[in-house]
């Protein structure tokens, strides 16, 4: 099994290096894994490469808020005092600590 390195995790909160948003992780994928239909709809300019992680984000841009799903190399550390309004966050984490969202426990079978 391949061991690919990450440069975020859950509960990180992060902003869109180009575009106007920013968010909270709640889940990630080692590559690519959305449709091509999705990937193709990306402007080939703007296009990241599919080998590389790639971030579920409960987003929000000061108007609306929204699922997201971001490359890792179009994706930053929010270091800004802000905080996120995102109405899901309370399905995903339990509270916020040293800059990043806490993961809610989860129960097993």
């Known amino acids: 099994m391949e061991t690919i ?4 995790s ?12 920013r968010g909270v ?6 590559e690519f894994n959305n449709t091509d239909e999705w990937y193709e709809s990306i402007p080939a300019s ?3 490469s599919k080998e590389q992680p790639f971030y579920h984000l409960l987003a929000e841009n000061g108007e609306i808020f929204y699922t997201a ?3 890792q190399q179009n994706l930053e550390h ?3 005092t802000n905080s996120l309004k995102h109405p ?7 509270g916020f600590k040293n800059g990043k969202f806490l993961p809610n426990a989860r129960r097993f079978n």
Do not use: A
């Open 25 to 30: 992780i709640f889940d990630l994928d080692p």
């Open 46 to 48: 703007f296009r990241p």
């Open 78 to 80: 929010d270091l800004s």
């Open 69 to 71: 799903y971001v490359s």
């Open 88 to 94: 899901e966050i309370p399905n995903f984490f339990s």
């Open 5 to 8: 390195e990450t440069k975020f």
């Open 10 to 21: 859950i509960g990180d909160v992060v902003k869109h290096k180009f575009l106007n948003f």
